[in-house]
């Protein structure tokens, strides 16, 4: 296997444009030079060293380039080695938090359905994604999950967005009042749902409406921007796009692009203060927390994105996909839905447009169009269960920062070769 920009390459030297960066990690693409040789420079440093002991300087400026980028009041970071631990520690830092504070009665939290936050055990029970959860319910915390703000199927005909928007954020309100606002920690989402339903976009004024609520009662608001943040959206931080602060953040796979494992889960200075004024520590620890060669490629590729303007190309190419999707998609009999921002796609499959009916779920044409796409050297992310943990399927897009026009019309193409080759192969007239 060899990387090669945008491209990977197999043994055999077939080439396969990245159009999903494995799960939305490599977001510069595949052999940065200058990611490569800040590692290089780390191991010839100092690889390791246990953070019970020392510190690292790649660790302490990785800490600050993200805290003096992160929405404001957001003040400090604890590094982990992935979007999974990043989303445990928030859990345990959200309890600890009123734990400190007199308040221990709070051990309950909110989260929505259709959701993905990890797979550990605190992770998989806020999460909403029922495939993954099923097998493991009875090990997990017991979690309330309420609706996700999924235009496309839930938006009533007689409401505009922001209507539907702000019904679907009030839900929280009534399942507050619902548990007792003294028994709730905190609220978790992502600003923009990736994989298990296909890149959601929130409805304008949903997450201003949530932080009002969050407010109102005393709890706290962490959102995970694991796979949509850290420019995938087009912006450093997503939560930035709907203008609100959370409390808490997670962000992990396009932090180090996937050159290095790393995760961190930033907070305010409210939170750190408590916790420092209190016990004077978080209870919580990993081996490999602020891993210092981790922490060097992570410092590497934001530095990178900013000094190159990637956000900007982010955008730009972007917007030039969404056009590029909706030209070769808008009018095809089996694609219901074209959304995303930035460089974070998605196409929902249906069975039939009008009605919005999925495909049946035994076709899995999400794998037979990732098969196909692979075979025509594009590499895409599907997902099933789309609408329910059981029906409906997407395509997930999620390419590098890093790509021209010439990669769009690549992926347009063979993307769309895949699906109708997809549909042949399933048996579905088209």
Known sequence: MQGDGAYILDKKGNRYLDACGGAAVSCLGHSNARVIDAIKRQLDSLAYAHTSFFTS???????????????????????????????????????????????????????RRQSYHGNTLGALAVGGNQWRRQQFEPLLIDVEHISPCYQYRDQRDNESEVEYGLRVADELETKVQELGADNVIGFIAEPIVGATSGVLVPAPGYFKRIREICDRHGILLILDEVMCGMGRSGALFTCDQETVRPDIVTVAKGLAAGYQPIGATLCSAQIFNRLSD????????????GHATACAAALAVQQIIEDDNLLDNVNQMGALLEESLQQRFADHPYIGDIRGRGLFRGLELVADRSTKEPLPAELSLHSLIKSHGMARGLACYPGGGTIDGRRGNHILLAPPFIINESHVAEITDKLGHALDDALRDAGVLI
Not at 278 to 289: A, D, N, V
């Open 278 to 289: 209190g016990s004077g520590l978080f209870q919580h620890g990993h081996t490999y927390i």
């Open 57 to 111: 300087e790649p660790s302490e400026q990785l800490a600050d380039f993200l805290v003096q980028r992160a929405p404001e009041g957001i003040e400090h970071v604890y590094f982990v080695s992935g979007g999974s631990e990043a989303m445990e520690a928030a859990l345990k830092l959200a309890r600890q938090y009123f734990v400190e504070g007199g308040e221990p009665k709070r051990q309950k939290f909110i989260a």
